[in-house]
C-alpha cells in the first residue's frame, strides 16, 4: 500500500509503531503484514511489453553473459599462445639424453667442461661438440651435441666425482643448462604482470560501475541504456482524475501531431511536472500519456542517478535523452525527482551533494537544449514539489505543474471499477458503497484493495468475489491482519476499556469522525483498534475537529487511568498522534493566540536556522503542552460523565471482540443521525 488510509485510528499498539501524524490525512491504518506494493519503484522499468518488442539489443539485459563468455575466450587464446611458445623453446632447449656410458667416455676423453648433478639425474656441458652415438635409444637425436643429460644408474660403483676432478671438469650446484630460453623468460614474465594487472583494472571497473555495469568490461559500453518501452495503457486506464488527464490532453496531442504544432511555430512544453502523494497514479498517467500518444516511453528513477559514483548521474541522463530524441517524439519520465531535484543546502538531501547536482544540471541542460520541436517531451514526478530547487520549476523547465490529488468518492467508484473490469463479481457487490468507506484513499489503496478482495475469493475456490471479500479486504487494510497469540484475561479487560475510551469520546464529541469499528482482536503490534473515518471527504478542518481529535486519541490512556488507576505502554502511539496535532495547530494552522498566526514548525527545515527565536519555540512548547492537558482533562470528565456508557462498550467489547458501526452505537445507546454535520469544505488541499 503506497498510501495511508483514511482512517482515524487509535489503537493500543506496542512500542515502535508509526503512525502518521497529519490530521488532515487522518491516521495510516498500518497492515503489518500486508502485501507488498504492487508497483514498487524499480529504477528502469519495463512495462507490459511482449517479449519479443523489448529492446534487447547488444547492450540489453543480455548483455553480461556475452562479455564474459568472451572475456574468457580471450583469455584462453592467450594462455594456448603462450603454452604452445613455451614448450617450443623447451623443446628447443632440453639437451638430448645421452647414455651414462657415453658419459664416462667424454669424462674419459677429457671433453666434460661442467656438470650438474642432483640425485642420480647428471646434466652436463662439452668443451668440444661430439657426436651422439646411434645406440637405437629413442630418446637420443641423431647429430652432434654439446649440452646432455643423463642418469646415473644406482649400481654404478665408478668414482665419477674423482674422475672428473681428475680430468678438470667444473662440478655445479646449479643447472649448467637453462631449460628456458630467454625469450620464454621475458614473455612469462610480462604475461604473468599483464594478466596480474589487467585483472585488478577489469575488476575496479566493476566496482566502480556499481549497479551499473555488473558484469561487463570496457567503461563505454557500460552505461545502462533506457528501456524504451511500448505502452499498453492509455487513459481508459485511468480514473477519477479526469481533470488531470484534460490537462495533459493538449500533451498528447502534440506528440501524435508535432507538425500540426510546428507549422505555426507553437512549442509544447518541455517539462510537465506531476505532483502528489504516493499512490494517486502518476507514473500511470504519464503512462498512459505515451500509451494515448503511441510513442515510446522512457522511465528512470531519479534516485537511481545519484546511487552512481560521481559523472555516471550525468552520463546516463545524457544517455537518456540521447534515445529518446533519436525515437522521437517520445516521452521521458524522470520520478522521484525531489531525490535530485531538491534545493541546494536542503537538509534531508540524500546520496553526494556532487553528484546530485551534476546529475541535475544534466537534466536542465538536455531539457535548456531542446528547442521544443524534437518532440521529446518530460514528465517528472514527485511527492515533494515543496522542496525542489527553484531552477527546475522555471519557465522552460518544468513550468506545468500538474497536480494529481486522491480522488472523490465518484472517482475512487470509477477506479474500482477499473481495477475489478477483470474480476468476475457477485451481484451484490456495491462499489459506490466501498467509494464512500474509503474516503482518502489514493488509487494504489483502491488497486490494491479489488486486488485483496481476489485473493480471498481465490483461497476459497469460488468462481465470483462477494461484497463480504470487498468489506473484509477492506478491514484487513484499515485495521491489519488480526494475529492469534492468547491474550491474559486482564490484559484484554484492560484493552476493551482502551478501545472503549476512544470509541465512547469518538462518539461523543460533536463534529468528530463516525466510529466505524472497534476491536481488541490483536493485529499486527497493536492489541486493539478503533476505527473513525468521515462520511465524505474532507479537505479542511476547523479548530474544534482537531481538538476533538486530541481528546479522542487521549481516550484510551484516560479510561486506563480512570478504570485501572494506571498508566500502561499502550498509550505511546496516542500520545504521539496528539502531541502531533497539537504542534500543528500551533506551529503551522495559528491556532493559539500566545504563538500567533504565523509559521514556527517547517517540514524540512531546522526553526533555528530560520531565525525563529528560543523564546517563540519555548512558548510553543508551553501552548502544546496547554493544550494537551487541556484535552486530557476533558477526556477524562467526559469518560467520568458516561461511565455506564464505557462500562457498556467494554463488556460488549469483551464478548463480541470486535463492534461495528452500528453495534458500537447502538451499545452505548447513541442516535448517529444528528451526529456529524459536514464541515463547509476548504479547497486548500496543503
Ligand atoms: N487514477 C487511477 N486510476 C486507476 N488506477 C490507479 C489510479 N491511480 C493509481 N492507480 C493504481 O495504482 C497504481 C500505482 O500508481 P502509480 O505508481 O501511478 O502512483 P504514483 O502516484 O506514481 O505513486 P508513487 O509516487 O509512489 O510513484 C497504478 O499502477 C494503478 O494500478
Ligand atoms: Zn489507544
Not at 81 to 101: H, V
Not at 325 to 337: G, L, N, S, T, W
Request: a negative charge; charged letters at 25%; glycine letters at 10%.
Amino acid at each position: 500500500m503506497s498510501d495511508p488510509q483514511p482512517a482515524n485510528q487509535a489503537d493500543t499498539p506496542s512500542p515502535g509503531r508509526t503512525q502518521s501524524d497529519d490530521p488532515r490525512r487522518p491516521v495510516r491504518s498500518e497492515a503489518p503484514s500486508g502485501p507488498p506494493p504492487l508497483d514498487a519503484p524499480k529504477p528502469w522499468r519495463t512495462e507490459g511489453l511482449p517479449r519479443d518488442q523489448k529492446d534487447d539489443g547488444p547492450e540489453g539485459s543480455g548483455k553480461r553473459p556475452r562479455n564474459l563468455w568472451r572475456f574468457w575466450l580471450v583469455a584462453g587464446l592467450l594462455l594456448l599462445g603462450l603454452w604452445a611458445l613455451l614448450s617450443w623453446q623447451d623443446s628447443r632447449n632440453t639437451p638430448p639424453t645421452i647414455p651414462y656410458t657415453e658419459l664416462i667416455a667424454q669424462v674419459d676423453a677429457g671433453n666434460v667442461k661442467e656438470i650438474y648433478a642432483k640425485g642420480d639425474t647428471i646434466q652436463g656441458e662439452l668443451i668440444n661438440e661430439a657426436q651422439l652415438p646411434d645406440d637405437g635409444d629413442d630418446q637420443t637425436t641423431e647429430g652432434t651435441y654439446t649440452t646432455f643429460t643423463t642418469e646415473r644408474p644406482t649400481f654404478a660403483q665408478d668414482d665419477l666425482l674423482a674422475d672428473l676432478q681428475a680430468h678438470g671438469a667444473v662440478v655445479r650446484a646449479t643447472p649448467v643448462v637453462d631449460q628456458r630460453g630467454p625469450i620464454a623468460n621475458l614473455v612469462s614474465s610480462l604475461v604473468l604482470w599483464g594478466v596480474l594487472i589487467g585483472v585488478s583494472v577489469w575488476a575496479f571497473r566493476r566496482v566502480a560501475k556499481g549497479a551499473g555495469g555488473l558484469g561487463s568490461f570496457g567503461l563505454q559500453r557500460n552505461v545502462k541504456p533506457i528501456e524504451k518501452t511500448k505502452v499498453r495503457v492509455n487513459f481508459s486506464d485511468v480514473a477519477g482524475i479526469d481533470e488531470v488527464k484534460e490537462q495533459v490532453d493538449e500533451i498528447v496531442d502534440f506528440l501524435k501531431n508535432p507538425d500540426k504544432y510546428r507549422r505555426v511555430g507553437a512549442r509544447a512544453p518541455k517539462g510537465i511536472l506531476l505532483e502528489g502523494q504516493p499512490g494517486t497514479g502518476k507514473t500511470l498517467l504519464a503512462r498512459a500519456t505515451a500509451g494515448e500518444a503511441d510513442v515510446p516511453f522512457f522511465s528512470a528513477s531519479a534516485s537511481e542517478f545519484i546511487e552512481m559514483i560521481v559523472g555516471v548521474g550525468a552520463q546516463r541522463v545524457r544517455q537518456l535523452f540521447d534515445e529518446a530524441k533519436k525515437v522521437a517524439p517520445a516521452i521521458v519520465f524522470i520520478d522521484e525527482i525531489d531525490a535530485i531535484g531538491r534545493a541546494r543546502g536542503s537538509s534531508r538531501a540524500s546520496g553526494s551533494n556532487d553528484e546530485r547536482e551534476q546529475t541535475l544540471n544534466q537534466i536542465l541542460t538536455e531539457m535548456d537544449g531542446f528547442d521544443g520541436t524534437e518532440g521529446v517531451v518530460v514528465m517528472a514526478a514527485t511527492n515533494r514539489s515543496d522542496v525542489l530547487d527553484p531552477a527546475l520549476t522555471r519557465p522552460g523547465r518544468f513550468d506545468r505543474v500538474i497536480t494529481v490529488s486522491a480522488p472523490d468518492q465518484v472517482g475512487r467508484e470509477k477506479i474500482l471499477g477499473v481495477h475489478t473490469r477483470e474480476i468476475p463479481m457477485a451481484p451484490d457487490v456495491n462499489l459506490a458503497a466501498l467509494a464512500k468507506a474509503t474516503p482518502g484513499s489514493t488509487g494504489a489503496d483502491l488497486a490494491n484493495l479489488a486486488n485483496e478482495a481476489a485473493l480471498r475469493a481465490a483461497r476459497r475456490n469460488d468462481q465470483v468475489v462477494y461484497q463480504a471479500d470487498f468489506t473484509n479486504a477492506l478491514e484487513q487494510i484499515q485495521l491489519g491482519v488480526a494475529r492469534s497469540v492468547v491474550i491474559p484475561d486482564d490484559e484484554k479487560r484492560r484493552t476493551a476499556y482502551h478501545e472503549g475510551g476512544h470509541a465512547l469520546l469518538g462518539m461523543l464529541q460533536k463534529g468528530a469522525d463516525p466510529v466505524r469499528k472497534v476491536s481488541i482482536i490483536p493485529r499486527g503490534q497493536a492489541l486493539g483498534v478503533t476505527l473513525s473515518t468521515p462520511d465524505t471527504d474532507r479537505y479542511g478542518y476547523d479548530e474544534e475537529y482537531l481538538l476533538g481529535r486530541i481528546v479522542g486519541a487521549l481516550g484510551g490512556m484516560a479510561a486506563e487511568g480512570a478504570v485501572f488507576g494506571v498508566v500502561t505502554t499502550g498509550a505511546e502511539s496516542d500520545l504521539r498522534q496528539a502531541t502531533s496535532i497539537a504542534r500543528q495547530m500551533v506551529g503551522k494552522w495559528g491556532m493559539s493566540d500566545k504563538v500567533g498566526p504565523m509559521t514556527v514548525l517547517f517540514d524540512d527545515a531546522d526553526p533555528h536556522q530560520l531565525g525563529i527565536s528560543d523564546d517563540t519555540l519555548s512558548s510553543v512548547d508551553a501552548e502544546v503542552r496547554r493544550i494537551i492537558t487541556e484535552c486530557q482533562a476533558r477526556a477524562v470528565s467526559l469518560l467520568r460523565e458516561h461511565r455506564a456508557q464505557l462500562d457498556a462498550i467494554a463488556d460488549a467489547l469483551l464478548e463480541r471482540e470486535t463492534l461495528d458501526e452500528d453495534e458500537v452505537y447502538a451499545v452505548a445507546g447513541i442516535t448517529r443521525s444528528d451526529q456529524s454535520q459536514p464541515l463547509p469544505e476548504q479547497a486548500s488541499a496543503s
